[in-house]
Nanobody, 123 residues
Framework: VQLLETGGGLVPPGGSLRLSCAPL????????MAWFRQFPGKEREFVAL???????YYADSVKGRFTVSRDGAESIVHLQMDDLKSDDTAVYYC??????????????????WGQGTQVTVSS
């Protein structure tokens, strides 16, 4: 499964960005899709999950500000990020898996990854 990420960039505090992830060659309804982020010198951190069932889960740090959704017609998963803070500055990764195992917040539970995109929140 190949994942193609788009979006990211520089935005001032309080601003918004949308990241997108398109699975290539695999129908997205067979995949649970997640977003992780990585700060320098740290392990990848769970951000949000959109399961194939439609259920969604969020890290406490982004709850109420980020929204993960699927565009079925275009087979794309989006991460809408609003009210961005400087602490959100990181490299963001799209991830996918075919089997829904426990501990969805662990990056090790995902087999497929996008290339990563930089999000910088700064004035």
């Amino acid at each position: 499964v190949q994942l193609l990420e788009t979006g990211g960039g520089l935005v001032p505090p309080g601003g918004s960005l949308r990241l997108s992830c398109a699975p290539l060659e695999t129908p997205p309804d067979k995949l649970s899709m997640a977003w992780f982020r990585q700060f320098p010198g740290k392990e990848r951190e769970f951000v949000a999950l959109n399961m194939r069932t439609g259920a969604t889960y969020y890290a406490d740090s982004v709850k109420g500000r980020f929204t993960v959704s699927r565009d079925g017609a275009e087979s794309i998963v989006h991460l809408q990020m609003d009210d961005l803070k400087s602490d959100d500055t990181a490299v963001y990764y799209c991830a996918a898996r075919l089997l829904d195992t426990p501990k969805y917040w662990m990056w090790e539970r995902y087999s497929y990854w996008g290339q990563g995109t930089q999000v910088t929140v700064s004035s």
